[in-house]
């Protein structure tokens, strides 16, 4: 780490940020929740809103097919994907 104050301080922004996105998702999904209900679970629209039901088939639970058992399917995965997850825990470094 080459600047200890200002990694914690961006540490910070990043976790306010991770916050406001939380609420920003918990509010979004009440406000569909209540766009879905005034539109009775069907595609609808209004002064120039369209709000759209979409439908995709489900994932495929591949371990229930009896044919692919015993099969390696790691050699058909494309490559991994990384991600950062930032915590706080209050306990400071010694």
């Given at each position: ?24 998702k918990n509010?979004k ?17 209004g ?25 390696d ?10 991600y ?6 209050k306990?400071?470094?010694?």
């Amino acid at each position: 780490m080459t600047n200890k104050n200002q990694w914690v301080i961006t540490a910070q922004e990043l976790l306010d940020i991770q916050d406001k996105i939380k609420f920003l998702k918990n509010r979004k999904l009440k406000v569909e929740v209540n766009l879905r209900e005034l539109s009775n679970n069907e595609s609808a629209s209004g002064d120039g809103y369209r709000y759209s039901k979409f439908s995709r088939p489900g994932s495929v639970e591949y371990k229930l097919i009896p044919e692919i058992k015993g099969i390696d399917l790691d050699q058909y995965r494309k490559d991994e994907v990384n991600y950062w997850k930032l915590s706080y825990t209050k306990q400071f470094d010694i």
